[in-house]
């Protein structure tokens, strides 16, 4: 299993409010990068995760934990969610579908 792909775990920071125009600032995202072994999910995770078949959704595997927190992850050009993340001994796996 090679772990050559890389993903970035995203936090998300609300702008502050501005009261003299009223208005929010532009959030702002901070990116941690990992490599990980990125798959598609497979048909039995999909069935007892969503009970359905979705398309869009990848098995994450990580060789070390990852502690931190996070909103979203980006892999490539495309942002996802974790739907279910299991730590094991040393590894942590997610299971991530796409947002639209």
Do not use: W
Request: charge should be positive; proline fraction near 3%.
């Amino acid at each position: 299993m090679r772990y050559d792909t890389p993903v970035y775990f995203q936090k998300i920071t609300p702008g502050e409010y501005d009261p003299s125009t009223g208005d929010y600032g532009d959030a702002t995202v901070a990116e941690v990068r990992r490599n990980a072994s990125v798959t598609d999910a497979g048909v039995e995770t999909l069935n007892l995760l969503y009970s359905e078949l979705k398309q869009g959704c990848k098995t994450v595997r990580l060789q070390t934990h990852y502690d931190a927190a996070f909103d979203r992850i980006r892999i490539g050009s495309k942002v996802y969610r974790a739907d279910f993340e299991r730590k094991l001994r040393a590894k942590h796996n997610f299971v991530v579908s796409e947002v639209q």
